[in-house]
């Protein structure tokens, strides 16, 4: 039987591809966006770089009440962007399957927070898996679009960085009949998909008995697994933690989950009660130690572990025992070095066109609100010529709160700055609010061709679409006047002229109106990428 060593995120778009998807949107976001990367190369399916996660979410949504299975890729961050459908979807259901890839960030290595999006399942009253390993990526896929049809509803897939990042053996379907291949019809069904209030408060009689009939058959779902083992310790776990806790206790009675909400009370409490003493691990959030004991079940959990960042084998077994529960966690002596490592901070790349304008700012002594990208390095040193940054397009807004609150009688010391690909995400309606209500703000356009920071993915700004081909590109001179801003007070700048950039900005800053300077230079990474002919995402 053929294998494959696959990361997480190539294994959810196998499975997806085997579970016979069609459509497949989203916005590039670490650790989620190889999903989507690999699902536009098989066959059959058609693949977009949303402009932002509600967009990508509310195609889906069109498409799976079509008929076409739909996959939708995002980070833990993102869900926030697709709540707003999210939860109306919950109600409207589906006709073919519909499933959020949402990729959580414990640890925050690429994020500008670590919340755990297991809440947003209870709160939409939805259904969320979660996989342990690649295989297990790949085999819940297709089980997540099973359920949403079974049930009448979307259901969230929910990864973490070790899970979409860590590769381990996959076995592919030996034979891939894709059944879900015939052509897609909307039919017209008015009061399952038009959600005014009258509809709606049908719709959550539904979602109420879609949830109670989830809860009586979640405890039949052979995803979760008891592994009874010393009946002196009982684990219960889910996603990645599972890894850790056999590692350091194999012998010990587990209950692994595969659905994390809703939990199967029933398998739960048999489990309990065979076993002398129960701690539950889980990373971030008690979401489910909180439920269990919600039951009237005894356990302990984030008493003895962290609240935040990651879970490893040590921080699992350490505590534990000190409670008397040895396990078999061993220093690994031959892994240690010495030597200590130099730290390596992150930093611009060497020619990176952003420079010159946070050297430019710096040297102004602006106040710069930021936004989220690789540019968000210019908070760093040396430049250190960033004061905020919150969310995608946030830089637009926050300086206009800002010039609000000082007025200072409109004097503009307050710059914004956003990506290319932020800018298309999420920073167009700040620019419109700052035009309408008559901010005299300065807005300023990092353009370096791509979504740099998750790997050069093309954006409305670059001229491709994910699988290559030319597409439509936004005229900023024309977006800028359609607005309401003056066409003398739009700038296109060169990154690699200081001079035209600085004369730029100070012109501009001291201007009473709603300036926008683009300042466009290619990445450099996906320069050098281009003059050696390496192929692009």
């Given amino acids: 039987m053929d294998k494959l060593l696959l990361s997480g995120n190539e294994a959810i778009a196998l499975g ?7 459509v497949g949107t989203g916005y590039p ?18 693949t977009e770089w949303s402009v ?43 006709k073919a399957g519909l499933v959020i ?6 640890n925050m290595h690429s994020s500008q927070n670590e919340q755990d999006n297991r809440n947003y399942a209870f709160a939409a009253k939805v259904p969320m898996v979660e996989p342990s390993d690649s295989q297990e990526a790949k085999d819940f896929t297709a089980f997540a679009f099973e359920i949403s049809e079974r049930y009448d509803t979307p259901v969230i897939l929910r990864s973490t960085t070790r899970i979409s990042h860590s590769m381990s053996v996959v076995i592919p379907a030996q034979d891939i009949k894709r059944k879900h291949d015939d052509p897609a019809v909307f039919e017209r069904n008015i009061k399952k998909y038009v959600m005014i209030p009258s509809y709606a408060r049908m719709r959550h009689v539904v979602v109420e008995e879609r949830m109670r009939r989830l809860e009586e058959d979640v405890n039949s779902f052979d995803i979760n697994r008891i592994e009874m083992g010393d009946r002196e310790l009982g684990i219960i776990t889910s996603g990645i933690s599972y890894e850790y806790v056999k590692e350091v206790y194999p012998d010990a009675s587990i209950l692994k989950l595969g659905m994390v909400y809703p939990l199967p009370e029933c398998v739960i409490g048999d489990f309990c009660s065979r076993v002398n003493k129960v ?50 966690g061993k220093e690994k002596e031959g892994l240690k070095s010495e030597m200590e490592l130099p730290p390596r901070p992150p930093s611009l790349c060497p020619g990176c066109p952003h420079r010159t304008v946070f050297k430019t700012l710096h040297k102004l002594g602006l106040t ?19 004061d905020t940054c919150v969310d995608m397009g946030a830089s637009v807004t926050l300086s206009q709160g800002i010039e609000i609150a000082e007025d200072k009688a409109r ?28 901010r005299n703000s300065l807005i300023i356009v990092l353009d370096n061709g791509t979504t740099a920071m998750t790997g050069m993915q093309p954006n409305p700004l670059s001229g491709q679409r994910i699988n290559g081909e030319e597409a439509v590109v936004l005229d900023y001179q024309k977006l800028g006047e359609a607005v309401g801003i003056e066409s003398d007070h739009i700038v296109i700048a060169d990154a690699y002229k200081p001079d035209e950039i600085e004369e730029a900005i100070t012109e501009l800053v001291r201007s009473d109106k709603l300036s926008l300077l683009v300042v466009k230079g290619l990445c450099v990474i996906l320069r050098r990428k281009r003059e050696r002919g390496d192929p692009e995402p």
């Fill in 279 to 328: 701690f539950i691990v889980e990373e971030l959030d008690p979401f489910i130690e909180l439920r269990v004991k919600a039951m009237g079940i005894e356990v302990e959990g984030k008493k003895h572990f962290p609240m935040t960042g990651e879970l490893n084998p040590d921080a699992i077994q350490k505590p534990l025992a000190a409670l008397g529960y040895q396990g078999n």
């Fill in 411 to 438: 004097e503009k010391h307050t710059v914004a700055v956003l990506g290319d690909s932020t800018f298309a995400h999420s920073g167009l309606t700040g620019l419109l609010n700052a035009a309408y209500n008559n």
């Fill in 29 to 46: 976001g670490t650790p989620s966006t190889e999903i989507l990367e690999n699902l536009t190369t098989y066959p059959g399916v058609y």
């Fill in 16 to 22: 997806a591809f085997e579970a016979g998807v069609r």
């Fill in 52 to 94: 932002n996660e509600k967009v990508a979410l509310e195609v889906a949504i069109g498409a799976a009440i079509s008929g076409a299975r739909s996959l939708v890729t995002m980070k833990h961050v993102g869900l926030n962007v697709a709540a707003d459908p999210l939860f109306t979807a919950s109600y409207i259901g589906v």
């Fill in 101 to 106: 890839a949402c990729a959580d960030d414990p």
């Fill in 368 to 386: 710069v609100t930021g936004d989220i990208g690789c540019y968000t390095l210019g908070a760093l040193p040396p430049y250190t010529s960033m």
